[in-house]
């Protein structure tokens, strides 16, 4: 009797359904239904057959060995064989868990590759969030921004937003009359480097922004002057060409300067 229909008929003998096979043996309902019509050419290669034979006959309680021997005379293969009755009975079909299972090397490659994009992101956020911004520091008393222009070496023509454009060279209608000499502001940053400034220039803000490494600003001062300096170590204030240094106030440089002083 061919091997399908032993299982088969024992099965119904049983009175046990192809779901409960399935159930048990984690062999798909349309093989078992292939191997109890004998539809082998619907069936793996002979070595998963015999695993499932196996797991089968062991879910009915039956040796599997005969049940070996009589599937290879159905496939009419005449070599010359072991007993099959000495052989030790092994189930080739994975278990339930063990189809779900992840190999230890992939789990290990995963993990490695989540630690790598992790630690990518991390590098990455703290570059993009590096900041030049200074301290918090008191508010400027002067409301209006004054931004340079174009104008000739020396002087700087600033633009007030909603009112005429003032030359900072010369005083205005409610300021009272230079009591010395003006003279020249520059503020230069350091290459590669860079560094929050705020200026303010005969009483108005002339600037306030991070500047850029290599780059320089400079105003004429008919009055007085003050500059606030984020990172004092990458900027370069002179006056007229002379070096001036910083006082550390509130974790900022502060430079004040004058006309009547020198």
Known sequence: MPVGDRLAGERRKQGKSIAQVVSATNIMARLIEALEAGRYDELPSPAYVRGYIQAYAKFLGMPSAPL???YEDDLGVGKPRTRLEEMPERTVVATHDQLHAIPSGTLLAIIAA???IGLVLWLV????NRSDAPLPIPPATATNTVEPTSAAPGVTTDTVPGTAT????APTSDSAAPTGAS???KVSVADGAASWLRVTVDGLQAYEGTLAGGQTKEWT???DAEVRIGKPSNVTVTRDGTIVEPKAVNGIGV???DSATP
Do not use: H, N, Y
Request: glycine share 4%; net charge neutral; aromatic share 4%.
């Open 125 to 128: 956020g703290s570059v993009l």
């Open 221 to 223: 001062v008919t009055k």
């Open 255 to 257: 430079i004040t300067l």
């Open 166 to 169: 003032v030359d900072a060279a």
């Open 114 to 116: 989540l630690v790598a």
């Open 183 to 185: 003279f020249v502001l």
């Open 68 to 70: 070996l021997k009589e």
